[in-house]
């Protein structure tokens, strides 16, 4: 009942955004993380709020100077005995600090050892400053959303920080622990962002090739160009999204909408989509969401209410399934996916910087007298120090 990646144990680098995602997911599935902080500091957007930090659930918090006589030497006592090292910085960041690849694999030669970029550890732009716009604008996504005429949309930073780049980084390093127990060898995991927001299109660029995907936006199959594959907004300005795309689906949709016209009896016709769409919006317009949710949720014509951040935790479905959880009285999305024999326990809230570093130490095996060295030469904070800090007193 302790997760499926129960007894993983991963160093993770403080840090903004997708590499403590993904720290965040082998963390819900059961692995052992333990978030190397410094003293004073976190890396989260709102201090103040530690709670609130969700991406930082489920870890304990070591506060380490890593600039502290003896401080890098403190991180590769926990890589000796860790699986996994995570890591978000820009190349050659680590190697400053005395922890790039090759000290840390020749402490453990066994050793995942995990890096978070957004360009990669090589290439042209591999050091320049970046976010999760400009990796997916490299990788081609960008373009292919948003409506025909304007800008591409912005669309959050799912695509390449969380998709793209921290859920790929999760899977190339749970990919590497499955060959390091088999060959005794750890590896480098490089895990870009423009790599992993790319390897997402993968079904367009096919579509594309095969010449049933264009360079137009709002003119595919998929990206809002049919009229049955798109939003729509309600009477009460409230949204819905329509997906019927199978033929029987479509019909569903069609028949649930008394529509009975023959403009709209090739659903492959692209020619008629622009006008189609037009009149399905005239259609939509003229009902509140409730009353469309009645005659078409939970059917076959493929149809969801557009639910926003407060909504979408009451869906009946969603509470069905647990989908969301409250930490700490901080609602959040539950660990995902399930399983059946060895389901993960819930995470434990986010902490303040350093509230676990003597007893992580310890445990991971350091002894008194280390931890005193590290105490003496500024390292670490002395325990009474770290829970004053934390105002634990």
Not at 107 to 133: C, E, F, I, K, S
Not at 148 to 172: K, Q, R, S, T, W
Not at 194 to 205: I, Q
Not at 283 to 310: H, I, Y
């Amino acid at each position: 009942m302790a997760g499926p990646l129960h007894g993983l144990k991963v160093v993770e680098m403080a840090g903004l955004g997708p590499a403590p995602f993904c720290a965040m997911m082998l963390a819900d599935m059961g692995a052992e993380v333990v978030r190397i902080d410094r003293p004073g500091h976190r890396a989260h957007v709102m201090p103040d709020e530690v709670r609130f930090d969700v991406t930082a659930r489920g870890r304990r918090s070591v506060a380490i100077d890593l600039k502290a006589p003896g401080g890098a030497d403190a991180v590769l006592a926990l890589v000796e005995r860790a699986d996994v090292l995570v890591e978000g910085f820009r190349p050659g960041v680590m190697e400053r600090l005395g922890l790039g690849p090759e000290p840390c694999l020749g402490r453990n030669p066994r050793l995942v050892y995990g890096r978070m970029t957004g360009w990669g550890q090589h290439g042209p732009l591999a050091q320049a400053a970046g976010h999760d716009l400009n990796y997916i604008a490299l990788s081609g996504a960008l373009h292919a959303i948003g409506n025909p005429g304007e800008p591409p949309a912005v669309p959050l930073n799912y695509i390449g920080d969380f998709g793209g780049g921290a859920m790929m980084l999760a899977f190339g390093v749970v990919c590497a622990v499955l060959e390091s127990r088999g060959s005794g060898r750890g590896q480098v995991v490089d895990a870009a962002m423009t790599d992993g927001a790319a390897l997402l299109g993968a079904m367009m660029y096919g579509f594309h090739a095969a010449g049933s995907w264009t360079n137009r936006r709002g003119e595919n199959l998929l990206d809002g160009g049919a009229h049955y594959y798109t939003t729509y907004l309600c009477a009460d300005g409230k949204a819905i999204a329509v997906g019927a795309l199978e033929p029987q689906f479509y019909q569903e949709l069609m028949q649930r909408c008394g529509i009975d016209d023959a403009d709209f009896a090739d659903q492959q016709d692209r020619s008629r989509w622009p006008s189609l769409k037009a009149r399905l919006a005239d259609l939509f317009r003229s009902r509140t969401r409730p009353q469309w949710c009645a005659l078409l949720e939970g059917t076959d014509a493929c149809f969801a209410p557009v639910l926003d951040w407060d909504e979408a935790p009451a869906h009946p479905h969603n509470r069905a399934r647990g989908t969301f959880i409250e930490i700490d009285g901080v609602l959040q999305p539950a660990p995902a996916p399930r399983f059946s024999a060895t389901p993960p326990v819930a995470p434990r809230g986010p902490v303040r910087a350093g509230t676990d570093t003597a007893a992580v130490l310890s445990d991971w095996g350091l002894d008194d007298e280390a931890i005193a060295r590290l105490v003496a030469s500024g390292a670490i904070l002395p325990a009474q120090a770290e829970r004053e800090q934390d105002g634990r007193g």
